[in-house]
């Protein structure tokens, strides 16, 4: 099983440069989500979606835009990337937007901004 | 609203040693509860849930008592290995998402 296949694992930028974090999940979940690790501050919410064509904003959106276009994938882009964006990126997934269902996790993306 | 307390660490335990990281609940009914763990360079998994009180959740040697009478959801495990070294996260549970805190990171010598 595949689960949540999150590309790429590292990523150097230049500050100002855009790119995408790409995520896809196998198992038909409504439910995507992203969300930024950095030490101390746990885990932050960016964005999440309850299903195709629809997103909502997290704890921390702001730099961050997604889209959902499909059940199966929930890219997150970062416009202009700044060095406050370096961070492990994890994408996740659960069935429903039920908070007694478990949540499925990706690998994580390190991301440095330089 | 509802929300959950984990204890800070880190934990520093030789191995075969008992560990326990407490979690405590308040909620007005009686959530699911989860004790997700992240291994070093990788990302967070299920260690076990409880959906109900009195449900006991258990993997991998670790076990969680949801207990309604000290709204308690502690982890424990009899005796820990080097390999157990790791973020342990009692996540607070609210709609739509799960809000995970910073964890408890346990380490473990030989």
């Known amino acids: 099983n595949a689960g949540v296949t999150q590309t790429p694992k590292f990523q150097v930028l230049k500050t100002g440069q855009s790119m995408t974090l790409q995520c896809a999940q196998d198992m038909n979940h409504e439910y995507m989500s992203w969300y930024r690790q950095d030490p101390g501050m746990g885990l932050r919410l960016i964005h999440y979606?309850?299903?195709?064509?629809?997103?909502d904003q997290g704890e921390v959106p702001n730099g961050y835009n997604v889209s959902r276009s499909t059940t199966e994938d929930f890219p997150l882009r970062l416009l202009s990337a700044a060095p406050s964006q370096t961070s492990v990126y994890f994408c996740?997934?659960?069935?429903?937007?039920?908070?007694?269902?478990?949540?499925?996790f990706g690998e994580g993306s390190w991301l440095t901004v330089v | 609203g509802d929300s959950v307390t984990q204890m800070e660490g880190p934990v520093t335990l030789s191995e075969e040693a008992f560990l326990t990281i407490n979690c405590t609940y308040t909620a007005t009914g009686y959530p699911s509860l989860f004790w997700y763990v992240q291994y070093p360079g990788e990302g967070l998994q299920l260690l076990l849930k409880a959906t109900k009180a009195d449900d006991k959740g258990s993997n991998k040697g670790f076990e969680a008592t949801y207990r309604k009478e000290t709204t308690s959801f502690h982890l424990e495990k009899g005796s820990v290995q080097v390999s157990d070294s790791a973020v342990y996260f009692c996540p607070n549970t609210g709609f739509q998402k799960l809000v995970f805190g910073t964890g408890t990171r346990l380490l473990v010598s030989p």
């Open positions: 979606s309850v299903g195709a064509g629809i997103t």
């Open positions: 996740a997934s659960s069935y429903s937007t039920y908070s007694g269902n478990t949540i499925y």
